[in-house]
Structures are given as structure tokens and as C-alpha cells.
């Protein structure tokens, strides 16, 4: 079995940074594509960011120059740092990733989400 674990979620003011992490561990043989996607209340999850497992990334419209994804493909970690934040960020930011089990069969995993709030 695999889990994907989200951490650095939490309460910040607008204009202040967060940074989050989301390690896969498991059954693992190869971690592929990597993202973070958010849903806000009463609205889509949607994409945040993705990268890929040699480091191509991609940005919504609306994070860019703001929020950078990177990855430590020997932790199977990525990151999500997230500059100049606003109110509209506050979600739940969930990660995703395309993986390949030991047994070769490939699956994609989300983690159980960590809340952002971004409010004074």
C-alpha cells in the first residue's frame, strides 16, 4: 500500500508564505508526476501545480511568480512553497502522485489534504 502524508498547512495573515510537504511511502518502485490541487468551500478541486519526476513543472494561471513546486525524488517528497498569499488561497490543499508499485501496477494516490487559511 502506498500513502501520500501532507504536512505544513496552518493560519497565516495575507502576504505572509507557507510551505508544504507531502512525502509518499509504500509499496514504491517509481514515483512519476507529482501535484498539488486545492478545493475551497463550495467550489472544484482544481490545479495548483504540478512537476514531473525530472522536474518539469506546470502553474495555474493564477499561482505563477507566487507559489514554486519542487520535489526530492530520494524522499519521494515534493514541496509546495507559497509566497504572497491571499484570502482566495485559503483551501484544502491536496497532493497527488503517479506512482508505480513493486508489482508494477500504476496507480495515482491523493493524500488527505491540509488546510490552508489565509486571513488577518
Known amino acids: 500500500q502506498v500513502q501520500l502524508v501532507e504536512s505544513g498547512g496552518g493560519l497565516v495573515q495575507p502576504g505572509g508564505s507557507l510551505r508544504l510537504s507531502c512525502a509518499a511511502s509504500?509499496?514504491?518502485?517509481?514515483?512519476?508526476?507529482m501535484g498539488w490541487y486545492r478545493q475551497a468551500p463550495g467550489k472544484e478541486r482544481e490545479l495548483v501545480a504540478a512537476i514531473t519526476s525530472s522536474g518539469s513543472t506546470n502553474y495555474a494561471e493564477s499561482e505563477k511568480g507566487r507559489f514554486t513546486i519542487s520535489r526530492d525524488n530520494a524522499k519521494n517528497t515534493v514541496y509546495l512553497q507559497m509566497n504572497s498569499l491571499k484570502p482566495e488561497d485559503t483551501a484544502i490543499y491536496y497532493c497527488?502522485?503517479?506512482?508505480?508499485?513493486?508489482?508494477?501496477?500504476?496507480?495515482?494516490?491523493w493524500g488527505e489534504g491540509t488546510l490552508v487559511t489565509v486571513s488577518s
Open positions: 509504500g509499496t514504491i518502485f517509481i514515483v512519476g508526476d
Open positions: 497527488n502522485a503517479d506512482i508505480i508499485l513493486i508489482n508494477r501496477v500504476r496507480r495515482g494516490y
